[in-house]
């Protein structure tokens, strides 16, 4: 039953869970799967607890924001190889425009958090703050300035298209 029931969760949540997660980090979509792929592991050994969860797909989300905090804490002190560019996978696949993600990511970590929960898994105020261990207002704050950034970009965007 509780595996039917995870199953269930994952087929209807994992798209948008990827989704918010890319948004949220602005990196590849490979670390997004990544990320999305351990939070999804992590649901599912502690799936009692999650399930009863608020907002069981942001608790996904969180968790994948954790733990990319947590690997790049790890990665840090790592020399890169030099010569070796990473490939960037296309945003698109994800389902996310690549302009928009590519605007999303000059936005601030926090603001990109919030747009991810509030727009992407379309959480309310109070979920989203609760998430992100942050106040309602501020909540508020970070996606009244986020959309207020996205539209000036937006504007900025359609006016150079004009002139081409």
Known sequence: MEQ???EEFYQESR?????AVLAATGDGRQLAEDLVAEAFARAWTSWRKVRRHPAPRAWIVRTALNTRISWWRRRRHE?????????????AAAGVDPALLAMLRRLPRRQREVIALRVFLDLDTESTAKTLGIAPGTVTAHLSRAIATLRGDLATANSQEGEL
């Not at 798209?15 to 989704?19: G, M, N």
């Not at 020399?79 to 945003?91: K, R, Y």
Request: proline share 5%; net charge negative.
């Open 79 to 91: 020399v890169a190889l030099t010569g070796h560019d990473a490939v960037e996978p296309t945003a």
């Open 4 to 6: 039917r029931e995870f």
């Open 15 to 19: 798209d948008a869970c990827l989704r």
